[in-house]
């Protein structure tokens, strides 16, 4: 198969920076959209795979998932777009197409193995697949999504993980006008849930550990603000809240939060991969018919789903633009929760 050298940024392994590289990518083929990058989103899971934090990465390794550029090439069987349209990609580049979940636009589940934009298995050149920090790439027309015209390009790209990853879990578990939710932790994500559920229609409120959030969370959407360690507040809002999303990232003590749902509630975990501690304490969720549950991006259709209703809804993320050389200190940054809300590559700086 025919490929071009494209500049890219990556690392070699677990211990190195992100630098400049160059990676192959391949012409395009009849299914087959070109996107030179304009826009790229900085997700937690870009620092965990070039860090191999969870065990899996195959360097080099170029993140990125948060796509937004300009269409260049199509194939010839490509109807979806043409060449100058703005296009997206998000997490996913491919998946089997013919599973159960597939055939449910839920390709995040796909039951052989979805491909992710970064850090899969390419079928095409074989190897891994290479993500957004670059300066084009080439996907499936499947898998390459529309952006609205009116929305801004640099603050559309979080949408595309951050968005979608708070979108799905809203709209699964049917959030609509009146729906009381509630999100835990303000962050990328969590900023997100507060403007989508606020988009819905629901009453939102805000989980936070810092008092000092207040001021931004109501800005963003939210109708309440509830500090967690105040055991008033908490006991204020007990068999409350219909949805629960929580961001939080890391190990923490769920079993107050579901004290906090109304019956038949459901608390769904978006933000945390690993074993929870301490023991979730299973008797409110019997005596409530309450849930933890979980949930994972969203498929292509969902992802468009996502996309419209933010275009007709004027809704974006909060970012800072920074250039592709700062993306180690934005690492940095990133994990002193030092950035409101999404940093965001511009590509003309590669």
């Not at 199509?74 to 979806?80: A, D, R």
């Not at 043409?82 to 998000?90: E, L, N, P, Q, R």
Request: charge should be negative; charged fraction near 20%; proline fraction near 3%.
């Amino acid at each position: 198969m025919e490929t071009s050298t494209v500049k890219a940024y990556g690392t070699h392994a677990a211990d190195q920076d992100i630098m400049p590289m160059d990676i192959q990518r391949r012409e395009v083929t009849a299914k087959d959209i070109e996107i030179q990058i304009m826009y790229c989103g900085v997700c937690h899971s870009d620092l965990h795979i070039a860090r191999n934090d969870w065990g899996f990465t195959t360097y080099p390794a170029v993140p990125g998932h948060e796509i937004v550029g300009k269409v260049t090439k199509v194939g010839s069987e490509v109807t979806k777009l043409k060449v100058g349209d703005f296009a997206a990609v998000g997490c996913l580049v491919g998946s089997c197409g013919t599973c159960f979940s597939c055939k449910q636009d839920l390709e995040q589940y796909c039951l052989n193995g979805w491909v992710g934009t970064y850090n899969g298995k390419d079928k095409y050149l074989g190897g891994m697949t290479y993500g957004g920090y670059s300066q084009k790439v080439v996907v499936e027309e499947h898998f390459v999504l529309k952006v609205p015209s009116n929305l801004d390009l640099a603050a559309t790209a979080p949408l595309l993980c951050a968005g979608i990853t708070t979108w799905s879990p809203l709209r699964h578990w049917k959030v609509t006008k009146g729906s009381k939710v509630a999100v835990v932790g303000l962050g990328g994500l969590g900023h997100m849930a507060i403007k989508l559920a606020k988009g819905l229609g629901a009453d939102v409120t805000l989980f936070s550990r810092s008092p000092n959030k207040e001021k931004d969370a109501k800005e963003l959407g939210a109708d309440t603000v509830i500090i967690s360690t105040d055991e008033t507040q908490m006991s204020s809002v007990l068999g409350t809240f219909d949805v629960i999303i929580d961001t939080v990232p890391y190990v923490h003590d769920i079993n107050p939060y579901i004290a906090t749902l109304n019956t038949s509630g459901t608390l769904v975990l978006v933000g945390y991969l690993g074993g929870l501690d301490p023991i979730i304490n299973t008797t409110p969720m019997i005596m409530g018919r309450k849930s933890v549950a979980g949930s994972l991006i969203g498929g292509i259709a969902e992802t468009q789903e996502l996309l419209d209703f933010c275009g007709k809804h004027n809704i974006v993320s909060d970012i800072e633009i920074i250039k592709m050389k700062d993306i180690n200190e934005a690492y940095e940054r990133m994990l002193k929760s030092d950035v409101k809300y999404r940093f965001v590559i511009d590509m003309e700086t590669l």
